[in-house]
């Protein structure tokens, strides 16, 4: 069977610049010898959101609409008009609908191959590259919450969460709020993270946030101690997604300490005790 060059592209919903964080959104397929140009689109934002809880939904809906759209357009015209020569590949395609600049929607570099059938090859970039986390919702069986519900039963009964209060830590290029902290020096941050998820992309994807959360505010490090408290999931077949989620906070760009959630009680009582001393 007769095979043909394609090239293609990713448009990667990029949220914070940044961090560089990223999660592919759509795919594009061009090949240029069949008058061929492809385009899927995700149409649902459920790992977005769980991994970017800010998303402006209703803006990133309507970006993908727009885009999508007017790639249909152009694929339809580039199918039917021999007087449509385009010389370029599936990124200059695709920038010429979307044209690189800051925004959230960026393409990727592009990749290329061979194909006897286009249409098929852009539904298996598709599958691979993005839809095979679609319609996983993020099942929280525990939330943070849970996670910190020990902690604040023990401190309640000594008589010190009154200590705990929310503070801002102010980076260069952004900030973070901690909901509980307490200073003697630098700020005491804590932070309960439930990686009770029904998914081992969804545990990383957690940690990986974190992360990026901490690399904005590398600049205020003498300021501030994270602490954060994890919460392992219920399923034993994702404690290796766990263990990795740990290891990617522990190596931040600001590394935190991190406590186990069977660890509570040694973490309460010395928190219990270090705010008593400090005062």
């Given amino acids: 069977m ?34 061929f140009l492809g385009v899927k689109m995700r149409h649902t934002h459920g790992r977005l959101s769980a991994m970017f809880p800010d998303l402006d939904r209703d803006a990133f809906r309507s970006s993908m609409r727009v885009i999508e759209r007017a790639l249909r357009d152009l694929a339809s015209k580039y199918a039917k008009d021999d007087l449509f020569s385009f010389e370029g ?9 979307l044209p690189h600049d800051d925004s959230a929607l960026q393409w990727s570099p592009v990749g290329g191959g061979l194909t006897s059938d286009p249409a098929a090859t852009l539904d298996h970039l598709f599958e691979r590259l993005i839809a095979r986390y679609d319609g996983k919702p993020e099942r929280v069986k525990r939330t943070d919450e849970d996670v910190w519900r020990p902690i604040k039963e023990r401190l309640d009964r000594a008589g010190i969460s009154s200590q705990l209060r929310p503070t801002v830590i102010h980076g260069k290029v952004d900030e973070i709020k901690f909901e509980r902290a307490w200073k003697n020096g630098v700020w005491h941050c804590y932070e309960p993270l439930s990686f009770d998820l029904a998914d081992a992309e969804y545990i990383k994807d957690k940690a990986r946030r974190w992360s990026g959360f901490l690399s904005t505010v590398r600049d205020a490090a003498d300021q ?8 392992a999931p219920h399923d ?10 740990v290891e990617i906070l522990r190596n931040s760009p600001v590394p935190p300490e991190v ?18 001393s400090h005062g």
Avoid: C
């Fill in 259 to 276: 406590f186990a959630e069977s660890d509570a009680d040694q973490l309460a009582a010395q928190m219990e005790a270090d705010i008593a």
């Fill in 224 to 231: 501030f101690k994270p602490i954060f408290i994890v919460g």
């Fill in 236 to 245: 034993e077949k994702l404690m290796p997604a766990f263990e990795n989620a």
């Fill in 2 to 35: 007769t095979k043909t060059a394609y090239t293609y592209t990713v448009l990667r919903y990029v949220h914070d610049t940044t961090t560089g964080e990223f999660i592919n959104a759509g795919v594009v397929v061009l090949a240029r010898d069949l008058r």
């Fill in 89 to 97: 590949d599936a990124l200059a395609m695709a920038r010429s609908v």
